[in-house]
Every structure is written in C-alpha cells, then in structure tokens.
C-alpha cells in the first residue's frame, strides 16, 4: 500500500525509484537464470502420456 499525493495530469507516469530499482534487479536474476532442457530424462521431465490417461480413468480404446 502507498499513499502519496493526487496527480491530475493526464498521460503521467510516477514511479517510485525504489521499485524501478527492485524490477532491474529481478530482471537481471529472471534473465541471467540458467535454462533447464524440457527433455532432460535425468531429471525426470519426461512422461509417457499414457500415464496421464491413467490418472484421469480415461481408457484409450474408448477414445477417438
């Protein structure tokens, strides 16, 4: 929550420093992030999709 004063001017951004200061730096962390391959089984990311039709009782005979 914030309080400052009415600005009436229309087409005005104000911007309080200490966020522009915040998001550059949360920025840099989200940007500089390595990324992590979609496909890397040694981790686990890949998933036969037979298993989620059997998580959610659908059977794949019955499908069209």
Request: net charge negative.
């Amino acid at each position: 929550m914030a309080e400052h004063d009415r600005r009436w001017a229309r087409s005005m951004t104000v911007t309080d420093p200490a966020h522009v200061q915040a998001a550059a730096v949360l920025r840099r962390t989200y940007q500089g992030r390595d990324p992590v391959p979609a496909e890397d089984p040694a981790l686990g990311m890949v998933r036969d999709l037979g298993d989620y039709d059997r998580a959610f009782g659908l059977d794949a005979g019955g499908l069209s």
